[in-house]
C-alpha cells in the first residue's frame, strides 16, 4: 500500500493510472475507520483497477463549539485496516497541503447545505463540499464511494458534481448497522454504556415510520408524531430533527409519496448522531 501526502504525488499518481486507462476508485474519509468505510473499501475495490483512500479530518466542516478536537485518531490501526483489504493507496494530507492559503476560496452549498442538518450546523455542508473538491482534484477518481448514512452529504455532493461538471461518479452505498441496528459510525465511540443501549431508538423510530408508511399513512406530520412518540420513550434522547423528505433533492412532502427518505438527528446524552431510511415502494 502507498502512502501519499502530497497533491502533486496523488495527482502523478492518478495521470499515470489514467494515462494506462485504469480506473481510480476513491473512498474519502476522516479516519477512525470501521465496518462502514471499510465496506465502501471493498465495495470499490470490486468495481475498480485501483483505489485509493483519503484519511483527512477537515476543519472546515466542523462548528466551534462542535467536536473537531476529540473526533477519533487512530492513524496506526486505520492504515492496518486498510492494507488488510489490500488497499492500493492511501492520502494523508495535512492542513497546509489541503488549505495552503486557508479555506477562503470555499463551495456555498445554498439552502441544500441549510436544512436538516445544515440547520443546526451552519456552514458544514459548504466544508464538506469544499474538501472534498478539494480532494476530487488530487485524486482525480473515476468512482466514489459515500455511505447512506450521511444522506444529505451524498445528495450535496452530488449537485456539486451536476453543478460544477467535475467528471466523477458517485455512489451511494447501504448503512452498516450493529445488531440491534445502531448505525456505524465512528461517534458512537462517545457513547457511554447506557447510552449506546439508548442509541437503538434512531433506528427503531425509523423502522416504526415506515410500517407505518407501508401500510398506506401519507401524512407526513402524523408519521413524524408516531416517530418523535418512540424517540420520547427513551430517556436518554432528545430528538433535533425528525423529517420526511424526497431523497432526490431533500424538499419536504405534503403529502408522503414513496420513494421517501426518513432521516432524523438525535442528541443521546451529548453525542448527536444522525440515520435514515429510504422507503421504497414494495417489491412485486
Ligand atoms: O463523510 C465523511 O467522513 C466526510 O464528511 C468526508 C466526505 C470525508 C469529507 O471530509
Do not use: W
Amino acid at each position: 500500500m502507498q502512502t501519499i501526502k502530497i497533491i502533486k504525488k496523488m495527482r502523478a499518481f492518478s495521470n499515470k493510472l489514467r494515462s494506462e486507462g485504469r480506473t481510480i476508485g476513491f473512498v474519502p474519509t476522516m479516519g477512525a475507520l470501521h465496518e462502514g468505510h471499510l465496506s465502501l473499501v471493498r465495495r470499490s475495490k470490486s468495481e475498480n483497477d485501483v483505489t485509493v483512500v483519503s484519511i483527512f479530518i477537515n476543519p472546515t466542516q466542523f462548528g466551534p463549539e462542535e467536536d473537531f478536537e476529540q473526533y477519533p485518531r487512530n492513524m496506526e490501526s486505520d492504515l492496518g485496516k486498510l492494507s488488510g483489504l489490500s488497499t492500493d493507496a492511501v492520502f494523508i494530507p495535512d492542513d497546509t497541503e489541503m488549505y495552503p492559503e486557508g479555506p477562503a476560496v470555499s463551495v456555498h452549498t445554498g439552502h441544500i447545505g441549510e436544512i436538516l442538518c445544515g440547520a443546526s450546523r451552519p456552514g458544514h455542508f459548504d466544508g464538506v463540499a469544499t474538501v472534498v473538491a478539494r480532494l476530487f482534484n488530487a485524486v482525480m477518481p473515476n468512482r466514489t464511494y459515500f455511505g447512506q448514512k450521511d444522506y444529505q452529504q451524498t445528495v450535496v455532493i452530488k449537485k456539486m458534481v451536476r453543478e460544477q461538471g467535475l467528471d466523477a461518479e458517485i455512489i451511494v452505498c447501504p448503512i452498516i448497522r450493529e445488531p440491534d441496528g445502531l448505525a456505524i459510525s465512528s461517534r458512537n465511540a462517545y457513547l457511554n454504556t447506557g447510552e449506546r443501549k439508548a442509541a437503538a431508538v434512531l433506528h427503531k423510530a425509523l423502522k416504526h415510520g415506515e410500517d407505518l408508511m407501508k401500510k398506506g399513512a401519507d401524512d407526513p406530520s402524523q408519521v413524524i408524531k408516531e416517530m418523535e412518540k418512540v424517540i420520547g420513550s427513551e430517556p436518554l434522547a432528545e430528538p433535533e430533527y425528525v423529517e420526511i423528505v424526497s431523497p432526490e433533492d431533500l424538499s419536504s412532502m405534503i403529502k408522503i409519496s414513496i420513494p421517501a427518505c426518513l432521516c432524523l438527528a438525535v442528541k443521546i446524552g451529548t453525542t448527536r448522531l444522525i440515520d435514515n431510511v429510504i422507503v421504497q415502494k414494495n417489491a412485486g
